[in-house]
């Protein structure tokens, strides 16, 4: 059974700092392609980061560019979102997202084009 649990959501005070973790079963990351999503009450499911698997080149959308990072560790079968200097307009549940492909090229944040999601964890920034 293919699955994603993520991890590592909590409070944080604005300027923190928070790394989430989204760890696999039942299927080796290696081959897919990774993506971390989140959602704002009252706000549609909007892309972060992600992780091409060809290549293990990355794309970051610009509300966090320089503030957030996406890496992966292969032997712990793992993905990590490090998210620096939190913003309280980063507040949201964050999904991390999986789909098979080694096509050549950069990842994407196509919502609908990732097939495996985790449950989400709880990310508030607030004083």
């Known amino acids: 059974q293919l699955q994603l649990v993520e991890s590592g959501g909590g409070l944080v005070q604005p300027g923190g700092s928070l790394r989430l973790s989204c760890a696999a079963s039942?299927?080796?990351?290696?081959?897919?392609?990774i993506g971390w999503f989140r959602q704002a009450p009252g706000k549609e499911r909007e892309g972060v980061s992600c992780m091409s698997s060809s290549d293990g080149s990355t794309y970051v959308v610009d509300s966090v560019k320089g503030r957030f990072t996406i890496s992966r560790d292969n032997a712990k079968n793992t993905v990590y979102l490090q998210m620096n200097s939190l913003k309280p307009e980063d507040t949201a549940v964050y999904y991390c997202a999986a789909v098979h492909s080694q096509a050549p090229g950069p990842c994407n944040l196509i919502r609908l084009q990732y097939d495996y999601w985790g449950q989400g964890t709880q990310v508030t920034v607030s004083s």
């Open positions: 039942g299927f080796t990351l290696d081959y897919y392609v």
